[in-house]
Nanobody, 124 residues
Framework: QVQLVESGGGLVQAGASLRLSCAAS????????MGWFRQTPGKEREFVAA????????YYADSVKGRFSISRESVKNTVYLQMNSLKPEDTAVYYC?????????????????WGQGTRVTVSS
């Protein structure tokens, strides 16, 4: 059974940092692009960041550029999202995702695998 399990969410104050982790199991994701999305109540899930299967390229939403950083450890089948200078508007449930296509992953449409999400709350 393929699973993506997120961890690292929590409640922090504005300006703080958090690192989210996503551990993949059930198959190897060596050749999968990995990414993060987030969703708040009443809004559609939005793209946050993505990394290619080999880690050579990364992509970010404009709202998080310069503050968030995505990385991966293929040996551990794990992807990370380092979030710095957090703002209240970053409050959301964060989802890990995996897809064989980086461009497809960035759209969030037809993504191969999703995690269950981890909640991040940033207080002002």
């Amino acid at each position: 059974q393929v699973q993506l399990v997120e961890s690292g969410g929590g409640l922090v104050q504005a300006g703080a940092s958090l690192r989210l982790s996503c551990a993949a199991s059930g198959r190897t994701f060596t050749f999968y692009a990995m990414g993060w999305f987030r969703q708040t109540p009443g809004k559609e899930r939005e793209f946050v960041a993505a990394i290619t299967w080999d880690g050579s390229s990364t992509y970010y939403a404009d709202s998080v550029k310069g503050r968030f950083s995505i990385s991966r450890e293929s040996v551990k089948n794990t992807v990370y999202l380092q979030m710095n200078s957090l703002k209240p508007e970053d409050t959301a449930v964060y989802y890990c995702a995996a897809d064989q296509s980086t461009s497809g992953l960035r759209t969030g449409v037809g993504v191969d695998y999703w995690g269950q999400g981890t909640r991040v709350t940033v207080s002002s």
